[in-house]
């Protein structure tokens, strides 16, 4: 993904919002994981990262490619959790990815990463557009709500990035909420307000990202919404 970068700072969609995260929760200690999450593979080498952190956390894994399966063969591998990973486009070229969001985010804990992010955003009616700097490689702080994916994970924490797109902060649909950003305002984490679906912007599995495995291993816990 190519983008423009700016040569001063300016903030996205009006800057940083007025949410007070508070600190985060207390988290349990990482479960043994039994049940088969299946991982969307955008056509990214840090996907196999990603697999490689779920299955130090002893998760049954089954990796697919965007455009070599369809929805009624994920239905037959009845997965219980779903992960979209990064990738080298922008979310109107990610194969199924967006599809898969529909229909199985309703009913499965679904977590994207990256474009996967992304995808959740464009999914639900949100804008993905090209940020004032491209962040490949590059750490943040990263502030949180200190829930979910977050649970026992201090805030801030130092993320890794690797991305020129982000969600527009003010095309933000109404059934998504901010989960987490950066201090001028980029939009590093959301969430769905009823439906069992979360996204990071930043890359978890990095060496660079602080807590890594302990956001991976929140995943594995994560239920569907009441």
Same mark, same amino acid.
């Given at each position: 993904?190519?983008?423009?970068v700016s040569s001063r700072r300016r903030r996205v969609g009006g800057?940083?919002?007025?949410? &007070?995260?508070?600190?985060?929760?207390p988290a349990a200690s990482f479960p043994p994981a039994s049940e088969? *999450?299946?991982?969307?593979?955008n056509y990214d080498s840090f996907t196999f990262n990603l697999v490689q952190y779920l299955g130090e956390l002893k998760a049954d894994l089954r990796v697919v490619r965007n455009d070599e399966v369809t929805l009624d063969q994920i239905r037959d591998l009845k997965?219980?959790? /779903? =992960?979209?990973?990064?990738?080298p486009c922008s979310p109107r070229e990610a194969g199924l990815s967006n599809e898969i969001i529909r229909a199985f985010g309703p009913h =499965? @804990? =679904?977590?994207? +990463?990256?474009?996967? $992010?992304?995808?959740?955003g464009h999914t639900f009616g949100g804008e993905v557009v090209v940020n004032y700097r491209m962040m490949h490689g590059k750490t943040s702080p990263i502030r949180h709500n200190g829930e979910d994916l977050f649970a026992g994970i201090p805030s801030p924490f130092n993320a890794t990035r690797y991305h020129s797109l982000? *969600? &527009?902060?003010?095309?933000?649909? !109404?059934? %998504?909420? /901010?989960? !987490?950003?950066?201090?001028?305002?980029? /939009?590093?984490? +959301?969430? $769905?307000?009823? %439906? @069992? /679906?979360?996204? +990071?912007?930043? $890359?978890?599995?990095s060496i660079l990202t602080e807590h890594g495995r302990q956001l991976m291993a929140n995943f594995l816990k994560l239920q569907k919404r009441n």
């Open positions: 993904m190519r983008g423009l800057g940083p919002s007025d949410l &007070k995260f508070p600190n985060p929760r088969m *999450i299946l991982v969307i593979d997965p219980e959790r /779903i =992960l979209v990973s990064p990738g =499965l @804990p =679904l977590f994207g +990463v990256c474009l996967g $992010h992304q995808c959740i982000v *969600i &527009k902060r003010d095309t933000l649909p !109404a059934c %998504l909420e /901010i989960t !987490a950003e950066t201090d001028e305002g980029e /939009i590093m984490g +959301v969430r $769905h307000r009823e %439906l @069992p /679906i979360w996204g +990071v912007q930043f $890359h978890p599995e």
